[in-house]
Structures are given as C-alpha cells and as structure tokens.
C-alpha cells in the first residue's frame, strides 16, 4: 500500500475536496483506494455521508493503543474500491494523547500496516495544524523501498499560503532530519481559484508555478461540480464523470501514480 498525505496547516485550501476527488480518481481506475480522515473537524467523513465510529471502536483509540479490535474493522465500504476510516469525536483529543505516548510518531505507520495487504493507495486527510497527529501522518507517508507514497499540498492562490507552505516544509526538514527518513514533498496543488479574479490570484499562482520544487503537478480550479458532488455526498468523477473538473482529477491521479 502506498500512503499518501493532503497535507497544509493552514486551513480552507480544499484539502478534503481534494482528497475525495483524487481517491474517486484513484478507484476509477481500479486502483483499492482507503481515505483517512485524521481531521478532528471530520470534514471528509461528513462529506461522504459516512458515519462517526462509535465511542468504543475509532481510529484515535487504536493509534493511541486503546483498541484491541483489528483496524479493519474500522473501514467503512464506501463504494467496492473506495473505502474510508472515519473519524469520531475523540480525535479532537489525540494531539494530547500523542504528546504523553512513546512513539508518537510511528503510531499511526503502525495502525495502517495492518491494512497494507488490503489496499493499493492509502489518502490521508490531515489535519490543519503542524501538531503530533501531523507528525505521525508524515511518518507514516515517508519513502520506503518497494513503495510510492510522499506529501501533496494543496495550496490557495492567495499570498498567505505561501509562507504557510515555508512553515510546512521547514517542519517536514526538521522531521526528516530528527527520525533520519525521508518525506518527499510530491507536488502542490492549487485549488479552488478563479482566474478572472484578477492579479493577486494569476499572481501568486505564477509564484508556485515558479518554485521548480516542490512542483504545481496538479490544478483545480473553482467549478461549480465540486460543490454540487460535496452536497450530493459523492467524488466529483462519479457525480459528474463527464466534466471539465472530473478531468482534472484523473489527470493528477496519473501525476500521482506516475
């Protein structure tokens, strides 16, 4: 399984979005996708009409070490080759936890090789902050032999997503540098813009165009689609297999895979 982490602590860039779009992508091409979502908010569990787990069975206990069940048993079947591990309340609890556990930063890499045999692409939902469930994500997304996996930001077109894009990759250097491995940043993704929106937004988006590394493998730009699929609870690519947008996400799912 490789793992891939939606990644940016700053918050409203289309994280979610973008992780169900690229993992109905995923699917469509008959890949065995799981999304993780490791966002207390719950963004992407509510998005796609899937339910909280239940008090005593979440995905924060059994990264805490607090559930004895087999983390399969936490997978919600989407769709055949679209599955998800929702979120729950407690999750709002598990940077404390983290932060009075050994090993915080392996937790979730261990969680997830359980599942390894189940799923081709492993798409995490991170959370927006640059907190120990954050760490433990970049962790479980790091480079090793015989798999894919690294980091995709989605960015705003606006100025503030760029320093919060030197926030998140002077984290993952230190990180990489602190637990010696190496976290590949695979590309940013500028989402939910509108170019007619004028200079500051063709502006900024030329700026990461520009940066060579990490490189722009991917575009979204603002289309109606996305929300309507948002509020029909589905991926993009099922609710509107035929659009421009639909499109966009095959291509980075091509990008991604490459």
């Not at 860039?13 to 109905?24: E, P, Q, R």
Request: glycine share 10%.
């Amino acid at each position: 399984m490789d793992i891939y982490d939606l990644i940016n602590q700053k918050g409203g860039v289309g994280k979610t979005a973008l992780t169900i779009g690229l993992g109905g992508a995923l699917a469509d091409a008959g890949e065995r996708v799981l999304l993780v979502d490791l966002d207390p908010q719950g963004h992407l569990t509510d998005a796609l009409g899937v339910p909280e787990s239940p008090e005593d069975a979440t995905l924060s206990q059994a990264i805490l070490g607090e559930y004895e069940g087999h983390p399969r048993d936490l997978v919600v079947a989407y769709r055949e080759r679209l599955h998800v591990l929702p979120t729950a309340l407690d999750m709002f609890l598990l940077d404390r936890g983290l932060y009075m556990s050994s090993g915080r930063e392996h937790r979730l890499k261990n969680v997830l090789q359980h599942l390894e045999d189940d799923y081709d692409v492993c798409l995490i939902d991170c959370p927006p902050s640059l907190g120990a469930t954050t760490d433990a994500a970049l962790i479980a997304a790091r480079r090793r032999p015989g798999h894919g996996g690294g980091l995709l930001v989605p960015v705003e077109a606006e100025d503030s997503s760029i320093r919060a894009l030197r926030l998140l990759l002077r984290q993952i250097g230190t990180l990489s540098q602190v637990m010696d491995v190496d976290i590949d940043v695979l590309g940013l993704v500028p989402s939910r813009f509108d170019v007619r929106d004028g200079t500051m937004v063709t502006s900024v988006l030329e700026a990461f165009r520009n940066l060579g590394s990490p490189p722009v493998i991917g575009e979204i730009r603002k289309r109606k689609e996305v929300r309507e699929a948002w509020r029909a609870k589905v991926p993009v690519t099922e609710y509107a297999p035929d659009s421009e947008v639909a499109g966009w996400y095959r291509d980075l799912a091509k990008a991604v895979r490459a």
